[in-house]
């Protein structure tokens, strides 16, 4: 097993399990961690939203980003690990896990890469070190499958190639940005700005949010809905010009008026 | 403590903030759904208008719906709807019709229970959505306080609790709202005695958090706070049957009605029709500047909204599950 802490990075698991006391909480890989501390990322801002508003309440979703103190964080909600309890939680409820990774040494954004590109592949939830134990969660350091340690990290490019500009996918294109993120040189990556997110895979934000987070790779079935923003804002852009011209009028009565009565 | 009821955000305009307490998977985000659905039925005549102003509010509550929906048909019945894990807000626009953007925002922080009983960025959150918030709704698990001796009701509800942090809130100073509002009470509500009964063991159990605010010192334009109860049936079809016994505790347990039973809301424009009255005498008591009078002279907004929103705000129940416990001037007809 590979160490992560040798990898700069450190992984935050939330899960429920069956009974009444186990809902769903924080478990750090490194025993050593505050599992707590996973929630003081999730509530840092980057591009000025939090990561649980980066991420929808009931569908998957995967964010990787440079937080503004230019620490790399990848998170990737709603998975279902193999051995998750069918039975779900004490109402019965499917239970689900999310992952956190924090990169906290210089080169740490790789093994972060690497699970995100294996989140948009689909294997993620199957890799995740957790287990159920009397139907409660555990992290399983037998784990064979984690930490991530996929070839890209190993065979990523070592010189910079073409940076991608805030590109919109379709959802079914994951694979290609999978491909993209695997093909991120080290220099790419050292050279992404703070507070930027790289990838957003998440139904749950609209084309006009996306446009101002400006996500290096964003996947997003809304199409249909630009035209609904775009007639929306015409809209308003017309009631603002009639404002300011009402106003520019009405301003030159009173400097007429002014004129004419002193 | 909220500077007015309808704060003004630079990005969405004039704000009512709407902090939702209670256990996670209650039923809050449910509420906001039929409220949705069925707002543009309730509002009758009243050119208003309630639109989801975002996406994230879009999307997550059609999910919500079709969950509903099919709880409603008695299918997944003992299932539930999976409850949020986070401090989520949802952001709804309300206007004149047609009017775009909105003139106002409701936005509604939803507190899961389970975050009054820790701390860290998250709690803080909470602390600092209650701070900005006019309009506290705790929810009521309703089977929960009226059933098998009330044995679940302090770990499910965690009424000392959420008193606790509305006091904390409250001695705060400003003029605020508390709704109380009992969900998944179709079973009580179907009689006018039990409503009377649902009644009453909400007022017992939240008498201490009723008393303090009936004692808040009342001055003029000083703090003070209202308490309304309001019972909203989010799904109308079911009702609940019985609790089973789920290893070391209990899950709840639904059935339909009657056969064919399907989604049918009742009341959930209640606690809406009740903030809107709150918010609309507080929006005439605020101070406006010079700039805000000529903008609401020159589009007549102000006079639209304000007529749409106090003939709205006047079918507000208030009996059979219905109630004022403390009484404040903007609960006044406008």
């Known amino acids: 097993m590979t160490d992560p802490v040798s990898l700069g990075v450190t992984w935050y698991f939330n899960t429920a399990g069956i009974g009444e006391g186990d809902g769903y909480r924080w478990l750090s890989y490194e025993t050593h961690h505050d599992p707590s501390a996973a929630d003081f990322v999730l509530m840092a801002p980057v591009a000025g939203l939090t990561l649980v508003e980066l991420t929808a309440e009931r569908n998957p979703s ?45 080169g740490g954004h790789g093994p972060l890469v690497d699970a995100a590109v294996s989140a948009l592949e689909g294997d993620l939830a199957r890799s995740l070190p957790l287990n159920w134990t009397a139907g409660s969660p555990a992290v399983d350091h037998q784990s064979s499958s984690w930490p991530m340690t996929r070839d890209g990290t190993a065979s990523r490019p070592q010189t910079a190639g073409h940076r991608p500009q805030s590109v919109r996918l379709p959802p079914t294109s994951r694979s290609i940005a999978a491909t993209a993120l695997a093909s991120l040189s080290a220099i790419d990556l050292d050279d992404l700005p703070p507070d930027q997110i790289l990838l957003l895979d998440n139904d749950a934000l609209g084309l006009e949010e996306l446009d101002r987070l400006r996500p290096w790779w964003a996947i997003t079935p809304l199409v249909k809905e630009q035209v609904t923003i775009a007639g929306n804002s015409k809209s308003g852009d017309w009631q603002q010009l009639a404002l300011v011209l009402g106003l520019a009028a009405f301003a030159a009565l009173v400097a007429i008026l002014l004129w004419a009565f002193l | ?112 229970g389970e975050l009054l009983a820790t701390s860290g960025p998250m709690r803080e959150a909470l602390d600092a959505a209650v701070r900005a918030s006019g309009i506290l709704l705790v929810a009521v698990d309703s089977p929960v306080l009226m059933e098998a001796e009330q044995q679940h009701n ?48 909400v007022k017992e159990r939240y008498e201490t958090l009723i008393k303090n605010i009936a004692d808040l010192p009342v001055r003029q334009d000083k703090a003070a706070a209202g308490v309304v109860l309001t019972s909203v049936e989010t799904v109308g079809s079911m009702r609940f049957s019985r609790f089973e016994p789920a290893g070391d505790t209990y899950r709840e347990v639904f059935r339909l009605a009657q056969i064919g039973g399907s989604y049918s809301p009742r009341d959930t424009d209640q606690p809406l029709r009740w903030m809107l009255r709150f918010l609309i005498n507080a929006y005439k008591d605020r101070s406006k500047t010079l700039g805000e009078r000529f903008t ?6 102000d006079t639209k909204l304000t007529n749409g929103l106090q003939k709205f705000a006047a079918d507000c129940k208030e009996r059979d599950g219905f109630e004022v416990f403390v009484r404040h001037r903007y609960l006044d007809l406008p």
């Open chain 2, 1 to 112: 403590m909220p500077e007015e009821i309808l704060a003004k955000d630079p990005q969405l305009g004039r704000v009512m903030d709407v902090t939702m307490l209670g256990p996670r998977g209650v039923g809050k985000t449910s509420l906001l759904v039929s409220l949705y659905d069925q707002f543009h039925e309730v509002v009758g005549s009243t050119p208003l208008e309630l639109t989801t102003s975002d996406h994230a509010t879009r999307t997550t509550l059609d999910q919500y719906r079709q969950d509903l929906r099919a709880f409603a048909r008695g299918v997944r019945r003992d299932r539930g709807i999976e409850g949020s894990v986070q401090l989520r807000k949802y952001i709804f626009g309300l206007g004149t019709q047609g009017k775009r953007p909105p003139q106002m925002r409701l936005r509604f922080t939803d507190g899961p």
């Open chain 2, 154 to 201: 302090d770990r499910v509800n965690q009424p000392e609790l959420v008193m606790e942090f509305i006091r904390d809130a409250l001695a705060e100073g400003g003029q605020r709202l508390v709704v109380i509002v009992p969900l998944k009470c179709e079973k009580y509500v179907a009689s006018v005695a039990g409503a009377r009964e649902l009644r009453d063991a």
């Open chain 2, 296 to 301: 609401d002279w020159w589009s007549f907004t």
């Open chain 1, 62 to 106: 995967i964010v990787l980003a440079r937080n503004h103190d230019s620490r790399f964080v990848f998170y990737a909600t709603r998975l279902v690990p193999p051995g998750v309890p069918e039975e779900g939680d004490i109402k019965n409820r499917r239970i689900s896990a999310s992952v956190l990774g924090v990169a906290t040494a210089d």
